[in-house]
């Protein structure tokens, strides 16, 4: 008999420790902003300086997926009040499941988890999101 694998048909797949946990439909936040301020200088008048105070990452947000026990009991952990830090790992994989791009969000630990509405009566899949507060990102090869 052949392993099914649940995570087959998500493009994005999460790993932590080098343990695929997780599979998503959707990722929202892949970004990074500099903040920075302007400064004018008395008697310059061609133009503002514009010095960096900040590098600004929002919450990374994992959509229409699925959960394994891996990041599950992250997620109860962290909602338990004991806050591990993690470098998780975000593949995005091409139609033949082969990884195309990869992403790295440092010291990351989730903040939010939900789950659609349960409807007994309605034919829809439940799906997951799960939201995560990082330190910055980074791409990988």
Do not use: C
Request: without cysteine; charged residues 25%; proline residues 2%.
């Amino acid at each position: 008999m052949t392993r099914q694998d649940p995570l087959h048909g998500f493009r994005f797949l999460i790993e932590i420790g080098g343990i695929r946990v997780g599979g998503f439909m959707r990722v929202k936040g892949l970004s990074r902003e500099v903040k920075h301020e302007s400064v004018r200088e008395g008697g310059v008048n061609d133009y503002e300086h514009k010095l960096v105070t900040q590098i600004v990452y929002p919450s990374l947000v994992l959509e229409r997926g699925l959960a394994q026990d891996g990041l599950w009991n992250w997620i109860s952990d962290v909602s338990n009040g004991d806050i591990e830090r993690k470098s998780i790992r975000i593949v995005l994989q091409d139609k033949d499941a082969t990884d195309r791009w990869i992403w790295y969000a440092d010291h990351a630990y989730p903040v939010k988890w939900s789950v659609s509405d349960l409807d007994a009566s309605a034919s829809q899949v439940t799906v997951e999101s799960v939201e995560f507060a990082h330190h910055g990102l980074r791409r990988g090869t």
